[in-house]
């Protein structure tokens, strides 16, 4: 089959590694080598080094699965997830792999996901999957001693982005805004932050799934108000039942995935009239944000874009209440490690990375603010991809 981008650089990595071939079961890692994002997690995508690739996916997956880039879609049969059954039926697909690489003799070299803690989920989201000792096992059981753990390659690979991973991306980025509206909408006094929550995340999925074109949607969102949002920069918060006062402000946190990418944005709005305090507050979050914005270019450190924005805040007073870092990577997942916009991340940015700029103030028993979105760098800066309106009152 011709390669595309995305497989020219999966070639030239295995070649790099001294690899034959990559099988990768994890949501996020089969979308990056094929552009299908599974609907429950077990699919198997298989990247010859010198061949042509092969997905293998559950029975009855076949239909979604044939929307990714690859042409040779393998069936297994179907059971629960530590099935042996299913785990031996995809064995003998990998065995006649395994004797096609090998019919030119010598020993195989296989990369595998051997050492992903943090996954993110497939379509089927209530019940995630990870590839653990059952399928290592299998694995084994077909390829030998010939495993090896191909983590490190898998996210380089993943920090810079094809020009069709970052249109994925953008899509998953619109339906963030779609959420971000819904909020602003929504957030009025004597609204319940709980329900606010139910409100963005139904927002997000039938709007996309009306507008944007795509197949699939998600929205996992968080609204935190009045007091309770100076601790948003905890992971994670959870939003209350209870109503909003006049002139609170409210922080959505808002993670959206659309056929496999992800989204990651936070607006902070008031219910009703900002004060003098937030509007101050405000204005300095705001200048933090743009100050990393106008840092990101590639060559720039990491570290020296957090530097941008954290220079500010700490200017006006308030660099003790700035808790987290910038920003991080994102695309295939929700949180991804590279790039970091860190204090201590050395490495270059690089354009097709996508990061977010996330300055935040958070001010204990009063309130919080952060203002979030999602940046793809280019050849000369940065280019914002999210375009949810950034004032206290949208």
């Known amino acids: 089959m011709a ?11 295995l070649l790099a590694a001294g690899l034959d071939l990559l099988v990768c079961r994890l949501p996020e890692h089969v979308l990056l080598l094929c552009g299908y994002w599974p609907m429950n997690g077990m699919s198997f995508a298989c990247f010859p080094v010198a061949s042509d690739p092969v997905l293998m996916v559950p029975a009855g997956e076949q239909q979604w699965a044939e929307s990714g880039r690859w042409s ?3 069936t297994f049969d179907w059971g629960a997830v530590r099935s042996p059954a299913m785990l031996e039926s995809v064995a003998g697909h990998l065995r006649a792999l395994r004797g096609r690489l090998l019919r030119a003799g010598g020993h195989l070299r296989v990369g595998y996901e051997g050492s992903v803690e ?11 999957v990870a590839v653990a000792q059952p399928t290592r096992e299998m694995l084994q059981q077909v390829f030998g001693d010939g495993l090896v753990d191909a983590t490190p390659l898998l996210e380089e690979q993943r920090a810079v982005k094809t020009p069709d991973e970052v249109a994925g991306i953008r899509r998953a980025v619109a339906a963030a805004d779609i959420g971000c509206a819904a909020f602003g909408a929504w957030l009025q006094p004597g609204a319940i932050e709980c329900e606010g929550v139910a409100a963005v995340e139904a927002a997000v999925m039938c709007r996309t799934l009306e507008s944007q074109g795509a197949s699939r949607a998600r929205a996992w969102a968080t ?12 992971p994670f918060q959870v939003p209350r039942a209870r109503p909003i006062a006049e002139g609170e402000s409210a922080i959505l946190e808002l993670g959206v ?11 902070t709005y008031v219910a009703g ?22 840092a990101i270019r590639p060559g720039r450190t990491g570290a020296e874009v957090d530097h941008a924005a954290r220079q500010v805040i700490e200017a006006a007073g308030f660099g003790t209440a700035f808790h987290h870092q910038n920003g991080h ?7 991804e490690t590279q790039p970091l916009l860190h204090p201590a991340y050395e490495r270059p940015l690089a354009a097709g990375m996508v990061t977010s700029v996330e300055p935040g103030i958070y001010l204990s028993g009063e309130f919080g603010l952060r203002i979030e979105d999602d940046v793809l760098v280019t050849a000369s800066g940065a280019e914002s991809l999210s375009h949810a309106p950034r004032a206290l009152v949208p």
């Open 329 to 335: 990577g994102l695309g295939f997942c929700y949180h």
């Open 118 to 128: 943090s996954v993110a989920p497939a379509h089927a989201a209530g019940e995630s």
């Open 3 to 13: 390669q595309g981008i995305r497989e020219q650089r999966l070639q030239a990595a």
């Open 72 to 74: 040779d879609v393998r």
């Open 273 to 294: 009239h900002p004060s003098t305090r937030q509007q101050h507050i405000h204005e300095i979050v705001l200048a933090a944000h743009d100050a990393a914005l106008a």
């Open 257 to 267: 995935v659309v056929d496999g990418f992800w989204a990651d944005l936070t607006r």
């Open 223 to 234: 609204i935190l108000a009045g007091s309770g949002s100076s601790a948003a920069w905890l």
